[in-house]
């Protein structure tokens, strides 16, 4: 039901924005206003969740780890899946970022009936398929650059170059495009198919990948398939860098459709899982090093409390602890 409410919902937004495009009205709005709004509270909603994130105590030491901590000289550890120092909990962040190391990680159990038994299976494709998925997606983010930039910076071209290397036809076919949208297509199936993932996904779930899908086809079509004044959409995307926007009339309605898909994308984007970009880089279970044994962990937003020491509470008391033939630490030498 989730799936196909979340279906429903992309179509009805993919249809606004393609009548829209054709309509000289709505054209300015979905080519002006929509794009400065979404991108208003994509910056508004950032800003939220990294002061909300940065505000959080963290009173404990709570970094996830999956390997041995750094103890006796003559016990191996692990030096990256349980950092000890800043520099080898660096070097898991980026390992985490760049690789996903904790999902390559990702296991599965599944409870047969023969036995029963319990088995242990490896996500790989799970892993393979994510990380295919964002890299696709940071390539595909780059390439656009060119409409935002005029001249095209060098490294975009570059970057062009590489990504169309295997040309089979014109336009040249850059295949992260392709990638995406397959690794796209993996999770959706695999949300839809394995029942215990199907059973915990919910409308925000399938939304998201509805809505990336929709996005990379809509640009995969409107580049192969559907042509469009590509000098219209720079002077269009110029326009909304520099402040002064301009929507020309030769922009084919399905761009329209596509900018306001992505306009939908920037405004949810705070407000949903997606955020777990920046979100990790403040995770206390990922960037904090596993020495607690070693070092006291002081929450750094502790404010100043006035505590009453054991000392001073047995001074306090001295009379009557006398009185009551206590032991006082002051007088047994045992005071630190």
């Keep these: 039901m989730h799936a196909w ?3 429903i919902t992309i179509i009805i ?3 606004a924005g393609y009548v829209g495009g054709q309509l ?11 794009p400065y709004v979404a991108i208003g509270i994509f910056l508004v909603g950032i800003a939220w969740r990294v002061i909300a994130w940065a505000r959080s105590p963290v009173p404990f030491r709570i970094p996830t780890t999956c390997g041995q901590q750094k103890s006796l000289p003559w016990i191996k ?3 990256f899946d349980s950092p000890f120092t800043p520099g080898e909990t660096i070097v898991r962040m980026l390992l985490e970022v760049l690789l996903f190391r904790s999902l390559f990680r990702n296991t599965r159990a599944e409870l047969r009936r023969e036995g029963p038994r319990l ?13 295919v998925f964002h890299w696709s997606m940071l390539v595909v983010l780059l390439r656009h650059l060119r409409f935002f930039r005029e001249p095209t910076p060098a490294i975009v071209l570059l970057l062009q170059r590489i990504d169309g290397f295997f040309q089979i036809g014109a336009p040249v076919v850059y295949w992260t495009g392709v990638t995406m949208l397959a690794a796209l297509g993996y999770l959706l199936w695999r949300r839809l198919k394995i029942p215990q993932v199907r059973y915990v996904s919910l409308f925000t779930d399938y939304f998201a990948l509805y809505l990336l899908m929709a996005i990379a086809g809509s640009g995969i079509w409107l580049r192969y398939f559907t042509k469009t004044d590509i000098v219209g959409v720079k002077q269009l ?12 009339t030769t922009v084919a309605p399905l761009f329209f459709m596509h900018l306001f898909l992505v306009s939908v994308l920037l405004a949810y984007f705070p407000f949903s899982k997606l955020v777990h970009m920046p979100g990790i880089l403040l995770s206390p279970t990922r960037n904090l090093p596993n020495n607690s044994r070693a070092v006291r962990h002081i929450n750094p937003w502790n404010y100043p409390v006035k505590v009453h020491t054991y000392e001073e509470w047995e001074e306090e008391f001295r009379d009557k602890l006398i009185a009551a033939g206590l032991p006082l630490d002051k007088e047994s030498g045992n005071h630190v």
């Excluded at 088995?119 to 990380?131: T, V």
């Design 119 to 131: 088995l242990y299976e490896e996500e790989k494709w799970l892993w393979l398929g994510a990380l």
């Design 13 to 15: 937004l993919a249809v």
């Design 24 to 34: 000289s009205a709505t054209r300015v709005l979905i080519g002006t206003i929509v």
């Design 77 to 79: 550890r692990a030096r």
């Design 5 to 7: 409410t979340a279906l």
């Design 237 to 248: 995307t110029l326009g909304l860098m520099t402040f002064t926007p301009v929507v020309p």
